[in-house]
Each structure stands twice: as C-alpha cells, then as structure tokens.
C-alpha cells in the first residue's frame, strides 16, 4: 500500500493508524503512504476520522481523551513515540498545517508577519532583520500584493483568499517534508479556491514538498490529486491513483461521491452564440402566471461615520434585479460571497430595507405598508436557512416549531393542526412519534428536514432557500434535494434556491440567475446558462469549478493567481447606476450587456 | 478617533450635567432643614433668616440652580455646612488615599486574578482549577468589609505584622506600605475574585479556538501559546471587568476605609451623611460620576490598543 507507483521512499507512512477517543474507536486500522512531491487526497464525509488522522499525525489530539497506536513514520522517525517537545521541532518544520477556516484560524491581535515569522523563529533560529526578509519572501511567494506593507497588517485586514495565502506562507515557511491541508479551500469562493489550488500545486513544483490535503469534494481531488484514500467511519474503503479511482471506482460509496460532481459545468460549447438585443427586462418564467415577480429591486445599506453618524455613502448592495418565478419551478440564484442573492432573500421577506421595486406575489403586488398584504406575504412566503443548528429553537419541540406558525395565522389549531404537524414529518421522511424531541436529538439533515416541513406547513407558494444544503455532506445533501424536488411536485410550490453550489443548483432548478455585484448579470433555462454561458463573469465563474475527471486535468485553461482587489459596492449618496440594458441569447436566456 | 473622543466627551458633559441637576433636586426635596441642622432647634428666627441669606436658600429655586451650576463649572462645588471650608479643598484633601487605595487593590487583584485565571483554565476539570473556583466563588461572597475585619484581626491584632489604624502619621515609604497594605489586600481579594472568573472563562473560549491549534502546529510551546496567542486575546474581556468593578471598588473602599480607620472619601461621605452637610454631599456625588465617567472613558480607549479590530467612529 505504502507509497504506491513511486519508487522512492515515502516522506511518510502510516501503518496500523488507530485512534479512539476514550473508548470510541474512531480510525480503525489505517495504512497509507506519500512520497515527495506528491498529493493524497483523503476524501470523506464529516465524522469519517479524516480530520482527526491530520491531528494524529501532528500530535494534537485532545489530551488525555485522544489516543493514537500503530506507526506515524517521518522518514525513520515515529512520530507516535516522540515526546512533546520533539514533536514540537516536527510541528511547522518537518511538517506543517493548513486549516480550513481562513477567518478564525490567524490570531486576530497579532500582525500578519509576527504569525509568520514565528515558524521561521522556532525553526530556523532567524531573528531581526533576517526573520522580516525571510517572511517578507514568503509573502512574495505566496503573491500577496505590497508585501512590505502588508507584513505589518492584522489578519482582519485582509479577505479569505488572502487570509488563506497567509497561512499557506506559514505553512512553507520552514520548508517541511509534509503539508497536511484540511479542507483548505471548503470556506472560499470558486474562483479564489481555484487560484488557491493553483497556487498551491505551483509552491509544491517549486518546493517539492508532499501534500495530505483533506478534502469532501471530489472536484477538489480531481484537480490536485495523484493518490486518493477515500474513507468512511473511520475506515479506508478506497485507495488507488487518481485515475483509477476516478476512471474505475471499486467501491458504491466513491461512485456516489463521484456522481455527486456538477456534470454540465465544464462541457461549454464552443464558439458564441449571436445575441439579438432586446428591450424592457428578462421576466420570463414558466407555466401561465407567475408566482412571484420581482421588479427592479434596489437594496442599499447606508455607510455612516463622522462625528454625528452623517451618512457618507451608500452600499449598493442589490441593484436594479428583475426576475419571475412561474408554479412549481425553482429558479436558482448563484453567485459568490458578498454579490448579494441572500440580501434579495432577505428583500422580499421584509428582512432587509428596500430602496425600490415592486414585489408581486401570486398576482398581489405587495404593500409592505400593509400589516394585510405583510401577513398573507408571510404566509405565501417561507424561508429555509443554511444553518440547521441556529434555525430550530433549541428549547422548542419541533412538534410545536411546526404548528406555532400555523396556529399564528390562523391555518389550524388544536387536533387539526397536530394532525398536519405528523402528517408533515411523514412526508419529509421523519417519524411523527419524535416531535416532542428537541432539536439537538437530531442530526443536520434531520434539522433540514424539520425546517422543510416547517415552511411546508403554511402551504406557501414559494419557499425561498438560502443555502438550504451547503452545510451539508454529499450523501446528505442529495438526499435533501431530492426530497426537495419531489414535496415540489406534490405540493407544486416554487423554491427560490439562492447558493452558491453548484452542483446542487444544477441539480434542482429549472433557470439559474448569475448574480455579480449586486446584479443579475445572466439569467435563463439551466442548460443554457451552465452551458452555453454568454456573460464573461459567467465563463470565469464556471470555469473556476473543479474538473469532475482527472483526464480534464490538459483540458481547461489555466488559473491565474492574481490579486485584482475586489470592487467596492460603496457609492455616494445620490448615486444613480446606468439603467440597463439586456441581450437575448435564446428563448428567455438574457445576458447584461456590458455598458 | 478624534470624533469619537469629542462625541465621548460631549456624553461624559451630558452625563455631569443631568448627575449636577438631579443632586441638586435630591438635595432641596429630602426632609429636614439644612439651616436648622446647622444651627440646633433652639436657634432664633433672626440668625435663622441670617443664614439661609448668607447661604443663598432664600433665593428662588431656579437662581439657586443656575448659581450652583456656574459655580460647579468652575470648580467651586460650594462650602461645607459644617467646616464651612469649600467643598473641593476637602475633597481633595482625602481623595489621594482613596485614589492610592484603589490602584493598588486594582494592580494587585489583576496580578494575582490573571495568572491564577490562566491557569484554572489550563488545569480544567483538575484539583487548581476547583480550589482557584472555590476560592472565587467565596470572594465574591464575602462582602468587603468581613474580609477587612478578618484581615485585622489576624494580621494586625493576631500578629502584629501591621498597623491596626492605617490612618496618617506615616513618614516613611515603608511605614505608609505598612499602613496601606491590609486595606489593599482586602479589596485586592475581591478585584482578584472577579478578574479570575472572567480570565478562566474567557481563555477556556480562546484556547478551543483555531488559531490556537494554528499556534500548536507551528510548533510554539505551550507557554507561548497560552501567554502569547491565547491571553492576548482574553485581554477584551479581563478590561471590561476591570472597568466595570472599578465602579463597585470605589464604593467597597468606604467600608474598608472605616473598617481601618483610613481616611478618604469613604469616611468623608459618612461624615457627611451623618450630619447633614448636603453641599458636601452632592459636592462628592458629583466626584464620584466624574470618576465612574473617566474610568469608562479610559476602558473604551484600551480597547483599541488591544484589539486592532476595534475602531473609533
């Protein structure tokens, strides 16, 4: 097993890798090896032991509860036996880390170069000036913009990519044999993930080192792996070259995993279409009569400072944004952090402050003056949230999550409402005799699950869900959508499924709406956007999605790594965006024209 | 950061000046004549008259209150009914003990409350950690002026090691230590009681968080990771606490200085309550809002220098 179709000797290699938590076993028997300059990808879902192997190998489990046996070998060394203060000399020398949540993994009260430095300070022994030049060169390295001023900055000051350059500068700093990356690029965006692989396999070319790079998402592996471990309750069920696991996957689980990568992303058709111009705005839909027709929505947040809160300028956080959702269709709104699709959630709900436009639901255009037209908006309306955890009331049984809304505008009471409640955990795949339980006795997807049935309780016309399945795992989150688009058929209620997976939004919508700053950029039928994408953010924005195959490895164009400061939504007071004006690629597939 | 200090300012002004309106009411609506106070039951109607003149009671309320308010923009905060010295000059006569005092308690309570809060947290669930929570929990139990007494009678009448009455006369450094150090103590224990609590709590947070494992794993010792990376971030809270008791030091240092017989604002305020001298009185509520006001003040500035997330708006 160890260090497979390389010839050389691993950098490292785990045999007999146990690990129990008290008396949970919790990685059975593991056995796997890398060699230099070369990638494994262990690939699980949450609670599959890959984490908690990272953690093993660099000595961190938690004291007194983690225990690890059989063999970490570092070249001839076991890490298993080493003591504390030797394991310190491997840790961020010999072998380094890189975590998964850019925001919260640097210290915030400390600068940027001192976090670097302090690797390169216990292991290398720099001190003064040398230490800035060395971590001023990591900071070139790893492409940070103006290093020698960047180097004094605090975490804070920095986005998620670059937060994520920083700790890969950490992480080479001293050179090590291994890199153990563990979900590196889960919490960023598309397009600054995939110029964080890039960046990564290019410091790897350089530097030789070998990379464990923990990951769920097979794309990922697809892009950057040359060995894959796929593992599953703490068991390895799969091991083999990327292209064997890819091209000839033994085991059903790897195959559901592989299956769960977005198929029509990367199959662009070639050359352009010609687009005629049109006029007016992209509200078509499907079926006779729309269910919610949105008009011109503008949100702006103000931007206040100075000594009496005078407003300075306004954040132009949703602009000018048109759409319309037919019964029984899901239109998806994708885009990246910060473009806004959650803020027009939010908008329509009355949860955020709207600077313009027209809401119309199932025909009523929308007073939010109104408390009537708020209450019946409230009642055709239901929202499902990202988080499952933060969404139920963790005091409230989620019988009663259920029936308080209905009981609150008047639906049903008493028996009749309870009776609903059963009849709704049954239909999204609960027992009806757990809804005296408390959120916590359920797992995420069973939370979701709870939250369906709670919007579904209203008998709304539209659910709009944020994020529904992104924190989810694969096997999970199909099973979630698939419930999804099968209560749609039966309830023939329309979703609004803002996210910005794109495997999900591929697999549930009928139209997908690309937002890009504040705006809808593109907007049509599924295949047409994700296939024949006419708007350049679009291409980026699909082009920066994991390859589902290895083989497309040659195929796709290069990732810059580069470092364009984001746009800045802010603008003054009084601001007025050029209107704007559309293309018409096919039959209700609109593109911005560009202005 | 210049128009947040204008605008805390401009707060701290509106504080003082409703703090100024409200004694002044309080003091003209509680029962008993200030004059008859001053003068006994069986003055005369004629030196009666004299002296709500000399005092200005005869005046209209709303002339008393502008005098009184221009009188306290300058400083002058009026004379004492009873010394018949200005209010300031003794209050200021006291104020530097109370003041020593309740530095003193302060720095000593944050550098035994910190450390002895690390490392609770660090020895979670184990034997330091119940005894440093035991210990707390019974310094916050225990009111200022039992822990004084007790103090006292170990220490000074037990043992001898101190000065049973803290009060003056001390002409060397080492003779004022003396005299201050069971008072400081016994307020020390309290500030230490609250300062440990919150430095547990607040590192048990920080040291569950990533960028701590982040630490871990570039090899920084346990001791880096717990004094650099963790405590340093621990600091936000530890002040708040500080802040917000220094508060409740002030007002804990009036039993502990009558406990010692020491002076300072604490015996002054008695003083005054007892005989009725109402300018003293509103004279040193109006000091203690102007120190409740500066210590908040001073709290919101050292968050920017430990935490560089904080802005000034």
Request: glycine share 8%; net charge neutral; hydrophobic share 45%.
């Amino acid at each position: 097993m160890v260090g497979k179709n390389t010839s050389d000797k691993p950098v490292l290699s785990v045999s007999g890798l146990t690990i129990a938590f008290g008396s949970t076993t919790v990685v059975h028997d593991l056995s796997f090896g890398i060699a230099a300059g070369e990638t494994l990808a262990v690939v699980g879902e949450s609670g599959s032991g890959k984490s908690v192997t990272s953690l093993a190998i660099m000595g961190l489990l938690p004291e007194r509860i983690g225990r690890a046996s059989g063999s970490v070998k570092l070249g001839d060394r076991d890490l298993l036996t080493l003591d504390e203060s030797e394991m310190r000399s491997v840790r961020g020398g010999q072998i380094s880390m890189i975590f998964q949540e850019p925001m919260t993994s640097l210290n915030p009260v400390q600068r940027i170069g001192d976090q670097i430095g302090e690797a390169i300070r216990i292991h290398r022994g720099l001190k003064g000036a040398e230490l800035r030049e060395a971590v001023l060169e990591m900071l070139r390295k790893v492409r940070i913009p103006d290093p020698e001023e960047r180097i004094d900055n605090y975490p804070h000051t920095f986005s998620g990519g670059m937060r994520q350059r920083v700790m890969i500068a950490m992480a080479l700093a001293c050179n090590p044999a291994l890199i153990i990356a563990d979900e590196p690029t889960t919490a960023l965006d598309v397009t600054v993930q995939a110029q964080t692989l890039a960046l990564l396999k290019e410091l790897q070319r350089e530097t030789g080192t070998a990379i464990l790079f923990i990951t769920h998402d097979m794309g990922v592996v697809a892009e950057i792996a040359d060995h894959v471990l796929v593992m599953r309750r703490g068991r390895a069920i799969e091991q083999g070259t990327v292209h064997e696991v890819f091209s000839n996957p033994r085991d059903a689980y790897t195959r559901s995993l592989i299956a769960a990568a977005p198929s029509l992303v990367g199959k662009l058709a070639d050359g352009t279409i010609p687009a005629r111009g049109v006029e007016g705005v992209p509200l078509s839909f499907r079926g006779d009569a729309p269910v919610l027709e949105v008009r011109d929505l503008s949100v702006r947040f103000p931007s206040r400072g100075g000594l009496f809160g005078r407003l300075k300028g306004e954040v132009h956080a949703v602009e000018q944004v048109s759409f319309a959702i037919g019964k029984g269709e899901t239109l998806g709104l994708v885009g990246e952090s910060g473009s806004g699709k959650s803020t027009i959630g939010k908008a329509i709900i009355d949860l955020a402050p709207r600077h313009s436009g027209e809401i119309t639901v199932a025909g009523r255009r929308i007073d939010y003056a109104d408390p009537r037209s708020l209450a019946s908006l409230r009642r055709d309306v239901q929202m499902i949230f990202q988080d499952p955890f933060g969404s139920l009331d963790t005091r409230q049984s989620i019988g009663s999550a259920i029936i308080e809304p209905m009981q609150v505008h008047g639906i049903a009471s008493g028996k009749e409402a309870r009776a609903k409640m059963e009849w709704l955990l049954e239909r999204v795949g609960l027992d009806p005799a757990r809804a005296t339980s408390l959120p916590h006795e359920f797992s995420g997807g069973q939370r979701q699950r709870i939250c369906i049935a709670r919007a579904l309780a209203m008998s709304p016309k539209l659910i709009i869900a944020d994020e529904a399945v992104s924190a989810l795992d694969v096997a999970i989150k199909a099973q979630i959508i698939d419930l999804m688009i099968d209560l749609q058929k039966e309830f023939e209620v329309s979703y609004l499924f803002i996210s910005h997976d794109m495997a999900a939004v591929e697999r549930i919508c009928d139209r997908v709406a690309v937002m890009y700053f504040g705006e809808i950029v593109e907007i049509g039928a599924r295949d047409d956007v994700i296939g024949r994408p006419g708007h350049g953010y679009t291409q980026r924005l699909l082009s920066a999605i994991p390859i589902t195959h290895p083989d497309q490895r040659s195929a796709r164009p290069p990732q810059r790594v580069d470092a364009t400061p984001p746009r800045s939504p802010m603008k003054p007071v009084g601001y007025r965006p050029p209107p704007q004006s559309w293309e018409m690629m096919a039959e209700g597939h609109f593109i911005r024209r560009a202005s | 950061m210049v128009s947040f200090l204008a605008r805390r300012l401009g707060f701290a002004v509106v504080t003082l000046f409703s703090v100024l309106t409200l004694v002044f009411l309080i003091v003209r609506i509680l029962p008993g004549d200030p004059v008859l106070v001053i003068l006994g039951d069986q003055a005369s109607p004629a030196s009666v008259i004299a002296l709500r003149q000399r005092l200005g009671l005869d005046q209209p309320l709303l002339v008393q209150y502008g005098r009184f308010l221009l009188q306290a923009i300058q400083g002058d905060l009026g004379t004492s009914m009873i010394s018949g010295r200005p209010v300031t000059e003794e209050i200021l006569a006291v104020l530097p003990y109370t003041l020593e005092l309740t530095i003193a308690a302060l720095i000593l309570g944050a550098a035994l409350g910190i450390p002895a809060g690390v490392w609770a947290a660090v020895r979670r669930n184990r034997l330091p950690d119940y005894v440093l929570r035991l210990l707390s929990l019974l310094g916050l139990s225990l009111p200022a002026f039992v822990a004084a007494i007790i103090l006292l009678m170990v220490f000074a009448i037990q043992f001898r090691w101190f000065p049973v009455i803290s009060a003056g006369g001390a002409d060397t450094l080492t003779e004022r230590l003396r005299q201050m150090a069971l008072p400081t103590l016994a307020l020390a224990l309290i500030m230490m009681a609250y300062i440990t609590r919150v430095t547990r709590s607040a590192m048990l947070e920080v040291l569950s968080q990533d960028f701590v494992r982040t630490a871990r794993a570039k090899g920084a010792s346990a001791s880096a990771v717990i004094w650099s990376h963790a405590l340093g971030n621990c600091l936000i809270p530890i002040t708040t606490v500080i802040g917000l008791y220094l508060g409740i030091l002030i007002g804990n240092s009036v039993l502990t200085e009558i406990v010692f017989s020491r002076p300072g604002l604490g015996k002054l305020i008695l003083t005054a309550l007892s005989q009725r001298d109402y300018t003293l009185l509103q004279g040193m509520i109006v000091v203690y809002t102007l120190m409740v006001v500066v210590v908040n003040l001073l709290t919101d500035l050292t968050y920017g220098f430990l935490d560089p997330r904080v802005q000034y708006k």
